[in-house]
């Protein structure tokens, strides 16, 4: 039992002891509690110089903890609501198959058979193909050619030869 000193009955009955039994300790109570304890150390001349260094680093270690374990509690939150949010399977042989612990039997085998055969036929087989170019009629040929060649000797007027950087020789 403590010597009921002055310094001690200040001491007791200014820190809040709650804190110590809740867990996680809420931060705003948790960081005034240590700020009171931290000051009744630099008051009081009982215990040492280091052991008012440790008290006031433990003190620090102890709210920097109390933060980062809130932070990964919410992050795990989180992490478990997206986990329940993805897609779930509505069909196929995971579905059929489930609540069946014994996978050996001819009813599982036919379900297993039967969600295998729906799955096959939904499945396009081989490559696809690409369609074929529908025909131009011959008239419509001899039209563009026309077009083209009209085009081309006026293009090959004004076609000036360019000379490009990868043609150069250094």
Not at 44 to 50: K, T
């Amino acid at each position: 039992e403590l010597p009921c000193t002055p310094q001690n009955s200040t001491l007791v009955g200014s820190l809040d002891f709650s804190v110590l039994r809740s867990s996680p300790p809420d931060g705003t109570e948790l960081r005034h509690a240590n700020s009171v304890f931290n000051s009744t150390m630099a008051s009081s001349n009982s215990p040492a110089s280091p052991a008012r260094r440790y008290a006031k680093r433990m003190t620090r270690l102890v709210e920097s903890q109390n933060a980062e374990l809130t932070i990964l509690r919410k992050e795990v939150k989180e992490y478990k609501e997206m986990l329940e949010t993805r897609k779930k399977r509505t069909n196929g042989k995971r579905i059929k198959l489930q609540g069946e612990f014994v996978f050996s039997t001819k009813e599982v085998l036919n379900i297993v058979r039967e969600a295998d055969l729906k799955s096959t036929e939904k499945r396009p087989r081989g490559r696809p193909r690409k369609r074929l170019i529908k025909e131009v009629e011959e008239g419509e040929e001899e039209e563009e050619e026309d077009i083209n060649s009209s085009y081309s000797e006026s293009e090959s007027e004004e076609c000036v030869a360019r000379r490009t950087r990868s043609s150069r020789v250094e």
